[in-house]
């Protein structure tokens, strides 16, 4: 073999790795992601099991009071929760974010009579779960 072909295929190796590197970099950032959620959802489930928050008063809007909606489109999601005006929901669906550490790209909030209906953009990190995920562990921690 010349010298030449010996480099060509050392450059070839080379670029196999970091194609593996890369693959295994995403799935990592996947994995993270879940055990994030995952971790969240724990903690609020103990949260909400062995506390009792004295300043929240409760109040009974029926079952359906907060209705939570995730569209993931590419590298963006559109979440849309609308809830009672009561203990400040937007307030609350930033901090769920901010666990999450999700980067809000645009958010509005309208308040309608009693409701609160806010419409979220949020960008999503490489390789993020999936809409039902984001959904459920945006409800568990806003409600």
């Given at each position: 073999m010349d010298k030449a072909s010996l480099l060509s295929d050392a450059v070839a190796y080379i670029k196999e790795l970091r194609s593996k590197?890369?693959?295994?970099?995403?799935t990592l950032k996947v994995q993270s992601q879940?055990?994030?959620l995952n971790a969240i959802n724990v903690s609020n489930n103990q949260r909400n099991?062995?506390?009792?928050?004295?300043?929240?008063?409760t109040y009974d809007y029926g079952p359906n009071t907060m209705e939570v909606d995730v569209k993931i489109v590419g590298s963006e999601a559109m979440i849309r929760v609308?809830?009672?005006?009561?203990?400040?929901p937007a307030a609350r669906l930033?901090?769920?974010?901010?666990?999450?550490?999700?980067?809000?790209?645009?958010?509005?909030?309208?308040?309608?009579?009693?409701?609160?209906l806010q419409d979220v953009?949020?960008?999503l990190p490489a390789g993020?779960?999936?809409?039902?995920?984001?959904?459920?562990?945006?409800?568990?921690r806003c409600s």
């Open positions: 590197i890369d693959k295994l970099d995403v879940k055990a994030k099991a062995s506390t009792f928050d004295s300043t929240r008063p609308q809830c009672p005006d009561v203990n400040y930033m901090d769920a974010l901010r666990d999450l550490e999700l980067h809000v790209h645009h958010a509005s909030v309208s308040t309608v009579n009693e409701l609160v953009v949020v960008i993020f779960i999936s809409e039902e995920m984001l959904r459920t562990a945006i409800f568990q």
